[in-house]
């Protein structure tokens, strides 16, 4: 189907998801997002950050579907800072696996690009096939990041 037959919904903290909707959202990106996915609640926590259900900067979810299913899923939290952190992160992005190879995440980034005010960040396994969709768009991997988990 071409691309002029989905539709890209954006949730943000004017116009927030159901609570139905964001639940297909945290299923998506917990089947899609496959070996680089998370557990269900921090997708979910991320989704209500990036549409103020909790204290946060904010940011947005952007949803492309094709007729009712979802084919494309990108959650961006605005991080409060500027310059020295970018001021959004890319938390998830996902096509769904049976639609891939169709310009579906080429259109999420660019989306994405477009709605963000300010650098963004994102982090990616290094073995991830998607690292090539990001650096077509311009990321670079300037650090080497280290966490202490407690």
């Given at each position: 189907?071409p691309?002029?037959?989905?539709?890209?919904q954006?949730?943000d903290?004017?116009?927030?998801?159901?609570?139905?909707?964001?639940?297909?959202?945290?299923?998506?990106?917990?089947?899609?997002l496959?070996?680089?996915?998370?557990?269900k609640?921090?997708?979910?926590?991320?989704?209500?950050y990036s549409?103020?259900?909790h204290a946060?900067?904010?940011?947005?979810?952007?949803v492309?579907?094709?007729d009712k299913?979802?084919?494309?899923v990108?959650v961006?939290n605005e991080t409060g800072?500027e310059?020295?952190?970018?001021?959004?992160?890319?938390v998830?992005?996902?096509?769904?696996?049976?639609?891939?190879?169709?310009?579906?995440?080429?259109?999420?980034m660019?989306?994405?690009i477009?709605y963000a005010k300010?650098?963004?960040?994102?982090?990616?396994?290094k073995d991830n096939?998607a690292?090539f969709?990001?650096?077509?768009y311009g990321f670079?991997n300037?650090y080497?990041?280290?966490?202490?988990k407690?």
């Amino acid at each position: 189907m071409p691309m002029t037959a989905q539709m890209t919904q954006k949730f943000d903290a004017v116009n927030r998801p159901t609570e139905n909707e964001k639940n297909e959202i945290v299923d998506f990106l917990y089947t899609h997002l496959e070996e680089y996915g998370d557990p269900k609640p921090a997708i979910k926590k991320a989704i209500n950050y990036s549409v103020k259900e909790h204290a946060s900067f904010g940011g947005f979810t952007l949803v492309i579907r094709d007729d009712k299913e979802i084919t494309g899923v990108v959650v961006v939290n605005e991080t409060g800072m500027e310059g020295y952190i970018p001021e959004n992160i890319l938390v998830y992005i996902a096509t769904h696996s049976g639609h891939r190879g169709k310009g579906i995440g080429k259109r999420l980034m660019e989306d994405t690009i477009n709605y963000a005010k300010g650098d963004i960040a994102l982090h990616v396994e290094k073995d991830n096939p998607a690292k090539f969709l990001y650096e077509k768009y311009g990321f670079k991997n300037p650090y080497l990041e280290m966490r202490l988990k407690r």
